[in-house]
């Protein structure tokens, strides 16, 4: 098939990639140049302008926010502007309900069909084909892109015919992550102020029943103390929770544990903390049970 | 091995039953009378009062909270009167930290060894012989336990050599499944609110990276909002909480999400919650997002 | 001083009024009309378009939120464009820290001053001529106002010459009142279910030392809880929450009570409170005390 | 009236002088001896044992805890064992609603009376005679002790038959205050960190609407960010914070700010504030919002 590609940070050019080994045509875009040379390597293309990756069926998106996304589907020369009617926008970034709503409505009116597929995985999974990819739209675009899922994925799951549906599934994955990591946050700093070590309690934990893989990623973290280098960075999940608490605002569905979450990442951000894993909200627990700095600040205030 | 065994519960009587298919020679004692006929059918002896059952190397206690276990352990034919130099007293029950403190001195004290060996997973585990077992304790009393801990689980975990450190992982592990309760109870809140059906959002989450069972079982009852009959009662779950909050407390350790948990129990109880699993704490989070009476009540105090 | 005056809200027209009184040339603009007719009566004129409004020295907004600020602000014959160079905006309505920001810049480059200054107050306080008055932005337009905030107010307390201070200082009163009614809703609700009059608690409360209204106020709507008329409506107070939470975004501070008032708010909209005064999410604790029309529906789900 | 009076830290002392100079024939006990001198050069006796000053119609405790009750209630010599029938117990210390009824029951069995007469009010106000007493039980066993009461205070209002309901109240006006504290601490991290000064805030807040004397005393603290000497010691408030909890537990009303205040002492105590005054707590709100080591400590970990 013949497609354009939008992105090619960590996650997109692992997927470009997978579509290029799967024989599509891809011709790549990437604001910052540079990042496209191994995928031309492998035979795909280069656009200078965004206009030049919208020459075919479908153009895939894969970007950091709303903002870049704004950036590229609504500039001059942009996916609104320049895909020809009937073809497919596929926005597989974590993006807010808003937003893929005010997209699903631009694309409409230009008579152009508008996907939302964001995915479940982490870089690791991405180059491996291994990504769960969410995805919501018209049932007939979702099928036309079936093939590219299959190049990137392990497995595609349907959601609804209203494309923002898949953003809130993927928004509602990651903030029963991060409940997980503060969860863990908080049975570690007891256990290990009870004088338990901490490596041997992740080590029970995720050979018995908490066997799912975030225990295992993020239990490692928190129990090293070390959130360098990030994997998925604390303002990425800090994104994602307030999406997730904004469509909660939307909805009118108040959810404590997202507003704990959503006060973790700003003292993380205060402490400096901008540059770490997320995973880093799961230490300030520990740091609640541990004389520090703060403490000594208050007594030498006499 | 010559053993007794207390407590014939949903848990207490598989586990029972699988160290008497082991070939043990195993004499049961519950203060209800009436819970012992299959074990008895079975080879299993019974005994009229408690210090029956204290004849042999062990005696295992699988009961339901401190209350109940300082009942027979410190009854006048208890266990700590009852139980001769070196024998062991396994307990497999969920209790405190502190209780558990008070039970090693004790046994201590009359010169016998004590095992904190409580239990990871539910009825069907146990009558499988799949439980986790988290044992601490004297490592050569634990030795000796090892082939009744093989009869009844699949795995046993040493954590160390005081006996509490094996309570306290235990209700850490209530702990964070009560996390994943409340943080799927927020996530079906907003995803049914709007109007994404919650059968197939539970599905998506557990065929892709939420896979441990956890997920799957209170995502079905949540998604249900069926919380009859109870797997594991809601008092049960408070129980634990309360517990692993005051061994939060005795160190020193601010826990907000158990906070929150707590809180959650005390409104599942006022309103009449006593007799439901304990997932129905994973019920309120739609609660407070849907209209109900209490506003209704409201408008109508015109 | 000759001056306009726009918005004639509740707050509103209660201080244009005392403009008048003072012997001010005032002129008045609703967008809304028909809320004049005692303030020409009294000698005030009527603009029929904002630009009539900017012919003085001085404009003074009292408008609900910031959207309505900036349509009289930014319309083509709006403040920004029609007030001559050195005039004034004095800006009294609650807004964001954000937007007082937007304001401040667009004033400054079209030659104005702008004058945060928002009240401390209720309807009869503004009516009494006894608000408290606070005011940020250059020192010698407040100097110029002066006359104008003694007409309306009992004080003026200046607090910076960045004008945004004065309308953050003001989001913080809204919170720590905010916080007197979780708190007192509490508080009612346990000492009301274990059988304390409620009336007689507020009164003993009110009498001893939490003295100020504000204990007085909420505290007797709780007790009674009866919330209809609205004295300050939920939807406003819960815009106030939102804008003091966005303030702390941007600087980074959490704040967790700010965080549960805010969850506090989506379940009473959720649950159809819009209509009712905001001290109304002082009675959602003893909800969560009280059996509801929630649990039954959750028990009759067998 | 012959009177005994139990308890001579700041509080006790203070009422216990005011009980001799209005007259009174007052002998005091305190277990710490040394206490005493000020009060005998008044005219007050000295009891050597507990039951020496149980000769009178009325016996006054002042002590720290439900432990410090119990030790002089239930002694051997103590209150029960020794006060004559138809005597009466005042017990103005802040005790658990348990205790409470634990104590109405033993004194009625021994044929005494039991009024619960706890305190507002800080040591200053317990010198000048301007407490709150808040007194609960035998209305006629209350009249008898209105000329004490009058002595030692302001203003005397009763609550109830119920003694114990006494304490609830009590208890319920230092959570009351202790939101007060955590609320100030938000506002005062938020306004501060955006650089509004402490002191020129919460004059503002002082003398405008918050006028009650808790802001000032708590949001001088705050501002100063010193806690020491403490006026109130942390330890205590946290004492009352968890009895305010314990009774909300035993009527099942869940409280979320209690449960933060808990939290927020708790962390208090691991990182070593122990002699600082409750309002301590309020200080953490902006160790949150700062840079501190523990950032630090994080980025270290490289």
Redesign the interface.
């Known amino acids: 098939m013949r497609i354009g590609f939008i992105g090619l940070g960590h996650m997109g050019s692992a997927m470009a990639t997978n579509l290029v080994k799967a024989g599509h045509d891809v011709t790549v875009f990437n604001r910052t140049p540079g990042r496209s040379q191994a995928l031309l390597a492998l035979g795909a293309h280069e656009a200078t302008q965004i206009a030049d990756a919208c020459q075919g069926e479908v153009v895939v998106t894969m970007l950091s926010d709303d903002a870049a996304v704004a950036d590229v589907a609504f500039a001059n020369d942009g996916l609104v502007a320049s895909l020809s009617r009937r073809a497919i926008h596929v926005s597989m970034s974590s993006i807010s ?1 808003e937003f893929s709503k005010r997209l699903a409505q631009a694309h409409a009116q230009a008579g152009q069909a508008y996907v939302a597929a964001p995915v ?2 982490r870089p690791d999974m991405a180059a491996a084909a291994k990504l ?1 990819i ?1 995805a919501a739209g018209d049932p007939m675009a979702i099928d036309t892109c079936r093939p590219l899922f299959d190049a990137m994925g392990q ?1 595609t ?1 349907p ?2 015919k ?1 494309a923002w ?1 898949a953003n ?2 993927k928004l ?2 990651n ?3 991060g ?2 990591i ?3 946050g ?2 570690i ?3 290990s ?4 070590d901490r490596h ?2 992740v080590d ?2 995720t ?9 295992k990623i993020f239990g490692g973290l928190i129990a ?5 280098p990030a994997l998925f960075a604390a303002p990425l999940g800090y994104k994602d929770i307030r999406l ?1 608490l904004a ?3 939307g ?10 979450l ?3 990442f ?8 901008d ?2 894993d997320w995973a ?1 909200i799961g ?3 520990a ?13 030498s ?2």
């Open positions: 309900v479940l995985g769960f969410v497995k799951l959601i609804g209203e549906t809130l599934v509602s994955c903030f029963l992550q409940a997980i503060e969860a863990l908080e049975a700093a007891l256990i102020k009870a004088g338990i041997a309690y029970l934990l050979s018995t029943v908490f066997t799912a893989p975030a225990y090293d103390d070390k959130f360098e997730w469509a909660g605002e909805q009118r569905v108040p959810m404590p544990i997202a507003s704990l959503h006060d973790r700003l003292r993380l951000f205060a402490q400096g903390g540059q770490l880093a230490g300030l627990a740091h609640d049970a541990e004389a520090v700095q703060g403490a000594a600040k208050m007594s205030s006499l």
